[in-house]
């Protein structure tokens, strides 16, 4: 007698069903797809590259090379790019020391990559732009100096201040439109402060005079101990929340238990 | 031996000596239980249940349940000197100073998880099989009952440690509560003790959380399970399974070593996955300040279909002779679970006024062949995971690179379109599944061997099934819509209650008017012997 | 013989497949042909009844028997290397009370924490495992059938019923005794008073404290949380401060007032303000303040993106645009964020020239008309 199979209770399913998890696959990766394309900010590119060496001169010459196009031949801005005068060496140490510029792509935001200019040729840059006008200076070792800031009252300003944007670990979080506040553990401690003295983009400004240095280092020391804060509880689950805890409750929690009661269930030979 | 039998002979006589305990345990020892995994998916909940108590008993013998301001100097230094509650500055030293205390919270708030989704798959279990039919109504009105206690549970729950994530989930509560007409400020100063978040709330909370509702628990659970065990379990239509008889293994041993062995699975699992995985990392979020919030402020994943309801709700605010109501609360926040939990309850006997049926049913469905019940389960299941995926939009922004407004705007479609679309394909593919059994049963199973006719004829060589088969794929009935009762009596007097009535009707004619007969014994001999095709 | 099929009051056709079966059975050993009273085919096939019993390898082979008592064995002896390492995880890993960076402290709670769980895991999953391993291939697996009778009781024993209940209520005289029936009626009616009444101290009411914050005319603006006082002209174009009234954390219930009266101040270029006209003067400079508790259900709004001018919740997206007075722009939020009057002090420092004209935070019943 052929062997009974019962195509409904899971028991012997594979003959006729091997394919169906393929085609529920697919379904939904074509659901998922079509759902990106009709939502994704579309970006378009833009080609940037450039190498040169420093002094004020050399960096007006990599400006020229590099900047200009958007922000104009005396950095004036245009309508491609605003204008550089009074922003400061710090915002240039920021933004190309991060790679944001010159920017790749114009998407919804422009995002961290790695940067186009060496550290020399940065430091051209930014002595440049600073000529043109007083603004925010690179933050000097003293005052990026945290070793001995304290951390619990820097986690106190941070979420006060900043975890609205980048979350509570600095694993960062949705803006409006496609833009986003970016994740914060890879960051150095420089940039940290000179995105808080510039506001970068769609970050408000936290200047020295209302948010005053001592507070910054301590939100500094803050983040850079917490990136590297061993998990007491195991994997971290990427520090977002209860979301992701969630899917692995329901994955290996639920999923582990109902594969158990398969095996339960399934008559030994 | 010997002594070790007549040791147990003198227990057993001093037992039934006074509860004369004999004819009980005869009969219950013997009683039979059908096996099957899904069968399993209750007792993961129950077992969580009990975990929960295990473990939250543990975690009592430390937690203070009080407001009260202290500033933290214990072993964590992000949090040194910082000021906080008690609550949150015991649940500190749960998770840093009492060893155990951290795989214990861990081991607590993963069972809670599991648990509450073991509850949603069982429930899912027990809807698309037919199990909540008569007699066993009363275990679903219960399990509906459970299901919203345990959300409450939860949140009483993952409230208690007063961290910055708990403190933003009691503030949206707090603004939940606001929303009701008239009575909504009067409610939250009485929970609050007065203003938001006041002194009292976490005191409060703990007695629900580990005294009340835990009670109210235990009891229902009890009922739940001697209702299983008194009205005996259902079970699927396998050969030799009716109506009036239960196939199975007897639960002293076998199902006492499966099910009991299955308790410390659950235990255990839950331990491992405890043991590698962070949940509520409390000493993360800091300890709770008004003026204090994180991105990605969301609750646990059960009652995330909430804040999705609130996040894609428009801003509809009533205003009106000086009062105001706002819907953009009310509606998504009270109305829609309310409304949800509401028709969860009532399903049993909505159907059965459909369907006029008033036989027990102890033989479960195949979910193919009751194609409009399992259609609607699906658009409620379909509607509940739109709102929990609304819930995280901004995980979905910022993990695909998308446009948070696109996507808020996007599931205030999806919530629309999707559900009626899933019924409809749902509803088809169950009729197309039953049409296919028909077929199997009239023709055999299609091999795949194209044979060419002497005619020249090409035809696709079909196997007969088994008896067997043809039994399981015809074992069910075939409802038909209700007829209309004419609208007066034998007498010629107006039928009373005759708008009902063809409501009824109506009704009946969407469960049952789209339907796949299984094909009968005569049609069958009908096809076989007029010469194979 | 019993009847096969029958239609109940509802119409619909069924089948007595129990009895059926049993009958089919008996007259046809596995044909699948069946009459019913009339002669007329069945509708439906009849039950085959229980598969054959598949035996399974320790049935039939000892030695077969022998390994899985064994593996059993494996796993019960498993359980307890699991305990082991509990134990041992739990004297090995101490927290350490030492002052410093709390950091090696994480990491011996990591060690303890995963040689706990693992030892735990271990310790009851290899009993459960071993258990079921235990009944799946050792203990008997023949399919026994149990009969089920109908819920319902027999007829003379419902009779039986409604008779007992007809006596005793007879007895008691409910239906003749209506002076005894209707005051005990009024006597439980207002029981529910007795456990509801005494609630009633649970709060207080809330009369009008919702409507006011612990803003007040000349109460300067602190920093959030550093509480320094801010001179405007320090406030950079673009930059933002999150704050509370100077002296909140004196009041008698801080976090109550925090709860009200948390507020964002932000500097606009004075061209990018669209101010309401009977908003004229709030703001000074350009610095304007808002109320950070959303108006949809109480999140701190605090999410301000220096370019698009929106103040985001992080909470559910409510979206106001600070350049249009806190309109709503986009999200659940049906109300504006109600925004505080600003000047500056003789020291140049940033104060509140009043409360809030309105209630801050979510909308409630009797918020008013504004």
């Keep these: ?269 | 031996m010997a002594m070790l039998e007549k040791a147990a002979a003198q227990v057993g006589g001093t037992i039934d000596d006074r509860f004369g305990a004999a004819g009980w345990i005869k009969k219950t020892a013997r009683k039979v239980f059908p096996d099957h995994w899904s069968f399993m998916l209750g007792e993961i909940a129950l077992y969580s249940f009990i975990i929960l108590l295990l473990t939250g008993t543990f975690l009592t013998l430390w937690f203070q349940p009080s407001q009260s301001e202290v500033v933290y100097h214990g072993a964590y230094t992000p949090l040194q000197g910082l000021k906080m509650s008690q609550a949150y500055e015991s649940t500190l030293r749960i998770s840093f100073d009492v060893r155990g205390g951290l795989i214990m919270r861990q081991i607590h708030h993963w069972a809670a998880l599991i648990f509450v989704s073991a509850m949603v798959v069982h429930l899912c279990r027990i809807f698309f099989t037919g199990a909540f039919r008569k007699p066993r109504e009363t275990n679903w009105i219960i399990g509906t009952i459970l299901l919203t206690l345990a959300l409450i549970e939860g949140l009483a729950g993952y409230s208690l440690p007063d961290d910055l994530l708990s403190g933003t989930g009691l503030r949206i509560t707090e603004g939940v509560l606001l929303s009701l007409p008239l009575v909504g400020t009067y409610l939250s100063y009485f929970l609050f003790g007065g203003q938001f978040p006041g002194d009292d709330l976490i005191a409060r909370l703990y007695t629900a959380h580990v005294l009340l509702i835990p009670g109210i628990f235990l009891a229902l659970i009890t009922v739940h399970v001697m209702l299983v065990w008194y009205q005996k379990h259902t079970q699927y239509p396998l050969p030799g399974r009716t109506e009036k008889n239960a196939v199975g293994y007897p639960f002293f041993p076998v199902y006492t070593a499966k099910a009991g062995g299955f308790f410390f699975i659950t235990f255990g699992v839950t331990a491992l996955l405890s043991s590698v995985a962070t949940i509520n990392p409390i000493w993360l979020f800091g300890p709770y300040k008004p003026g204090e919030v994180s991105d990605g402020t969301q609750p646990d994943w059960y009652m995330g279909f909430l804040e999705g309801s609130l996040r894609m709700m428009p801003p509809w605010e009533i205003r009106a002779w000086g009062y105001t109501v706002p819907m953009n609360v009310l509606v998504p926040a009270l109305i829609v679970p309310g409304f949800m939990f509401t028709a969860l309850g009532l399903y049993p006997f909505i159907e059965r006024w459909v369907t006029g049926d008033d036989r027990e049913h102890h033989i479960l469905d195949r979910p193919r062949n009751v194609p409009t019940r399992t259609g609607l389960g699906v658009l409620a299941i379909s509607f509940w995971l739109i709102l929990l995926a609304g819930g995280a939009n901004d995980l979905f922004a910022i993990t695909f690179h998308l446009s948070i407004n696109s996507i808020t705007r996007a599931f205030q479609v999806l919530i629309i379109v999707i559900p009626p679309i899933s019924y409809v394909v749902t509803k088809r593919i169950c009729l197309g599944l039953q049409r296919r059994d028909r077929e199997k049963v009239l023709h055999g199973r299609e091999t795949g061997i194209i044979q060419r006719l002497p005619d020249g004829e090409m035809i696709e060589v079909h196997e007969p099934i088994s008896d067997t088969e043809k039994w399981m794929l015809t074992q069910h009935l075939s409802r038909r819509p209700l007829e209309l009762e004419p609208d007066t009596d034998d007498n010629g007097i107006p039928r009373r209650r005759l708008l009902l009535s063809k409501a009824r009707a109506r009704v009946s004619r969407f469960y049952f008017e789209d339907r796949v007969e299984p094909p009968t014994p005569a049609e069958v001999r009908e096809i076989e012997t007029s010469g194979h095709h | ?370």
């Excluded at chain 3, 504006?336 to 509140?352: C, H, M, R, T």
């Design chain 3, 1 to 370: 013989m019993s009847e096969h099929t029958h239609t109940d009051a509802a119409g619909v056709e069924h089948v007595e497949s129990a009895d059926a079966a049993a009958a089919v059975q008996e007259e046809h050993a596995g044909a699948i042909v069946a009459r019913d009273e009339h002669g007329e085919i069945e509708t439906h096939y009849a039950n085959p009844g229980l598969a054959p019993h598949i035996y399974r390898r320790s049935d039939i082979d000892k030695t077969a028997a022998q390994r899985r008592e064994r593996e059993v064995a494996t796993l019960f002896g498993l359980s307890t290397i699991g305990t082991l390492i509990f134990l041992v995880s739990y004297f090995v890993f101490k927290p350490a009370d030492k002052q410093g960076n709390s950091n090696q402290l994480l990491s011996t709670v990591h060690y303890s924490t995963l040689g706990l769980g693992l030892g735990m895991g271990l310790a009851l999953f290899c009993i459960g495992a071993g258990a079921i391993h235990w009944a799946k291939t050792l203990m008997p697996d023949d399919e026994i059938v149990q009969e089920r009778h109908p819920m319902h009781s027999s007829a003379e024993e419902r009779a039986g019923a409604v008779e007992a209940l007809k006596e005793g209520a007879a007895g008691a005289g409910l239906g003749r005794r209506k002076l005894i029936r209707n005051s005990l009626l009024g006597a439980m009616a207002p029981l529910g008073l007795l456990a509801l009444v005494p609630l009633r101290d649970l709060g207080p009411l809330p009369g009008a404290s919702l409507a006011y914050t612990a803003w007040r005319k000349g109460v300067r603006l602190v920093s959030d949380p550093s509480r320094n006082p801010i001179k405007a002209e320090e406030v950079p174009i673009g930059g933002v401060v999150h704050v509370m009234p100077e002296g909140i954390d004196k009041m008698p219930n801080p976090l109550d007032e925090e709860a009200k009266a948390a507020a964002i101040v932000i500097r606009l270029a004075p061209d990018e303000l669209h101010e309401r006209p009977d908003r004229r003067g709030w703001d000074y400079n350009g610095i304007v303040c808002y109320s950070k508790i959303c108006t949809h259900v109480g999140c701190p709004v605090g999410l301000y993106e220096q370019q698009t001018h929106h103040l985001l919740c992080p909470c559910h997206q409510s979206t106001f645009d600070v350049t249009h007075n806190c309109e709503v722009v986009f999200g659940p939020a049906g109300r504006p964020l109600p925004q505080l009057k600003i000047s500056v002090d003789s020291e140049g420092y940033l104060v509140a020239d009043q409360d809030f004209q309105e209630p801050v935070g979510p909308s409630y019943w009797f918020r008013g008309e504004n």
């Design chain 1, 1 to 269: 007698m052929r062997r009974l199979t019962v195509p409904w209770t899971g028991l012997t399913r594979r003959r006729r069903h091997r394919f169906a998890p393929l085609v529920v696959l697919a379904a939904a990766l074509g659901v998922t797809g079509g759902l990106y394309t009709a939502l994704a900010p579309s970006p378009h590119a833009e080609a940037a590259s450039g190498v040169s060496t420093a002094s004020i001169d050399q960096g007006r010459g990599l400006f020229l090379r590099n900047c200009s196009s958007c922000h104009g031949l005396n950095a004036e801005g245009s309508s491609d790019g605003p204008t550089l005068i009074g922003v400061g060496a710090a915002a240039v140490d920021f933004q190309v020391g991060t790679g944001r510029m010159p920017a790749a792509n114009v998407g919804p935001q422009i995002v961290k990559k790695r940067p186009s200019f060496d550290a020399q040729q940065t430091a051209a840059l930014a002595a440049y732009v600073a000529s043109l006008a007083p603004g925010p200076a690179i933050p000097d070792k003293s005052q990026l100096d945290y070793t001995n800031s304290d951390i619990a009252k820097g986690g106190e300003i941070y979420r006060t201040n900043c975890a609205m944007c980048h979350n509570f670990a600095g694993s960062g979080g949705a803006l409006t439109l496609g833009k986003f506040a970016p994740a914060l553990r890879g960051t150095s401690p420089r940039h940290m402060y000179e995105a808080m003295i510039t506001g970068p983009q769609s970050m408000p400004v936290f200047s020295d005079s209302t948010m005053p240095a001592k507070d910054k280092r301590e939100i500094i020391a803050f983040l850079r101990n917490s990136a590297k804060e061993p998990g007491p509880g195991g994997l971290s689950l990427g520090k977002i929340g209860p979301v992701s805890e969630g899917g692995v409750g329901w994955l290996f929690g639920l999923g582990a238990l109902i594969a158990c009661a398969v095996w339960l269930g399934a008559k030994a030979r």
